[in-house]
């Protein structure tokens, strides 16, 4: 049987990517997004490309609890265990503090922390007594390099990064892996309709092969954190 990798946010970016690569060698992956009918399409293309391996979805919007309840259930129900969860769903609403609209933060909190948190909860216990495992939280540059148009995302950025360090602490003893991913721009959807060039955003399949070289250590050795930024920069 293939081993189980576990991808939120899997139509996109990061998540797509991700999901590709790991495919690719030679595991099933479990996903979810909003969108039925983009999961449905990136089934079928990815199922001719991998036949090998199984890719199963749920639609799910993990900022709402019942939603996050839900796939983690639907994860579950496989009776697999869970090799690798990559914590990717998230939000980016462009904006500040002091004038970013009434629920922002709410939100993103809810979409890029709390489904993090919840889900990594509901599949740890099975991770623990296997004392096996590697979890990825996809934090950002934003997690570490304040702006002035980052308003909530990097309130919640910053909130990801501290739960993952917290979580690589508690999960030592259970010779569990917990790695944070802090890329910088990367050509994704949230970057749709910008004037600025795609050559000056890293391509989320650059950040899919950091996370698999994490993964492919032996298990003496953790990546902590992988910084990871467009050769000339961050934007401006």
């Known amino acids: 049987m293939n081993p189980l990798a576990v991808i939120t946010g899997g139509t996109k970016g990061i ?7 790991f495919l690719e060698k030679g595991f099933d992956v479990i996903t979810c997004a909003r969108k039925v009918n983009d ?10 490309r991998f036949p ?26 496989k009776n697999r265990t869970t090799e690798v969860l990559i914590n990717n769903t998230g939000v980016f609403i ?11 933060l709410e939100k993103t909190m809810e979409t890029n922390v709390y489904s ?28 570490i390099t304040a702006y002035p148009n980052g308003g909530s995302y990097c309130i919640s950025k910053f909130a990801l990064l ?15 892996k917990v790695t944070a991913v802090l890329p910088g721009a990367t050509f994704t959807d949230s970057w749709k309709g910008t004037d600025l060039p795609e050559d000056r955003f890293m391509d989320a399949m650059d ?7 994490a993964y492919s250590l032996s298990a003496r050795a953790v990546v902590e954190e992988i910084l990871i930024r467009p050769q000339l920069g961050d934007l401006d």
């Open 15 to 21: 998540g797509r990517a991700s999901i590709e690569r």
């Open 39 to 48: 999961l449905e399409a990136m089934h079928k293309e990815l199922h001719e």
């Open 52 to 77: 090998s391996s199984a890719l199963y979805y749920l639609p799910a919007d993990l900022s709402v609890r019942s939603e996050r309840d839900a796939f983690a259930a639907f994860v579950k129900s």
């Open 94 to 104: 462009p904006g500040q503090i002091h004038n970013e609209e009434e629920g922002t």
């Open 116 to 143: 993090a948190y919840h889900l990594t909860r509901s599949l740890l216990p099975e991770m623990m007594e296997n004392r096996k495992g590697h979890i990825f939280t996809i934090c950002s540059t934003a997690s």
């Open 162 to 176: 501290g739960m993952t360090k917290v979580l690589r602490e508690e999960m030592k003893p259970y010779q569990i």
């Open 207 to 213: 950040v899919a092969d950091s996370i698999w070289a």
